[in-house]
């Protein structure tokens, strides 16, 4: 059973999202909160595996309490949850705190798959963020590859900048998730980069990946 925790300053938010989640039979919401310094008191108590939290609260806003979440219980996986346009603060955060990026838009079946694959390790990048990724990535200077990368890494690295996991990747190309993982690794190489976001975000600026709008 994953436990959930949610925080959100809307009531009635906090409500469709627990009747959304207790559906599911290997979900259960522990608690719920209207802000991040809410959520934090509670985490002790209810354990939560995996946090929801809104971007936009008073006293302590999503980010804030994903960053001192992490800090604290790092095992715990984080999603934010907004209506609100993406800030580079978020962008920011996706790798050190946030596992997860959900906007409020989406139907309650994408809601319940994107916690789910958090939920299992994955991260789940969502369309707003990979839009802010090229909107910054036109503000900043472009970086230059290391290396060139092989007609099947660029063919991985398309799909990396995708909410697809690297077995969804696997199928898509037709190699195994074994093989994903290792041309994800000459990538990271090649583009000097710790993670698949920042790799991602590497190459939207070397114009390596394009994000159709």
Do not use: C
């Not at 990724?133 to 890494?153: D, M």
């Not at 995708?162 to 090649?190: D, F």
Request: aromatic content about 4%; overall charge negative.
């Amino acid at each position: 059973m994953i436990k959930i925790l949610l925080a959100d300053d809307q009531g009635v938010v906090r409500h469709g999202l627990a009747l959304t989640l207790n559906q599911e039979p290997d979900f259960a919401v522990v608690g719920a909160a209207a802000n991040g310094k809410a959520a934090l008191n509670l985490i002790a108590d209810v354990s939560p595996d995996l946090v929801v939290l809104d971007w936009k609260m008073p006293e302590m806003d999503g980010v804030t309490a994903a960053v001192n979440i992490s800090q604290t219980w790092p095992n715990i996986r984080i999603v934010l949850l907004t209506g609100a346009p993406v800030e580079d603060s978020v962008l920011d955060a996706l790798d050190a705190s946030i596992h997860g990026f959900i906007h409020k838009d989406v139907n309650p079946q994408q809601f319940v798959n994107a916690i789910r694959k958090v939920a299992n390790g994955e991260r789940y990048m969502g369309p707003e963020i990979a839009q802010a990724l090229v909107e910054r990535s036109q503000r900043e200077q472009k970086v230059t590859p290391k290396f060139a990368l092989s007609q099947r890494e660029q063919e991985v690295l398309n799909l990396m900048a995708t909410p697809l996991t690297y077995r969804e990747i696997g199928a898509e190309l037709h190699i195994s998730e074994e093989t994903v993982r290792t041309h994800t690794k000459n990538i990271l190489v090649k583009l000097n980069q710790p993670n698949r976001t920042q790799a991602v975000i590497a190459a939207i600026r070397a114009g390596m990946i394009r994000i159709d709008e």
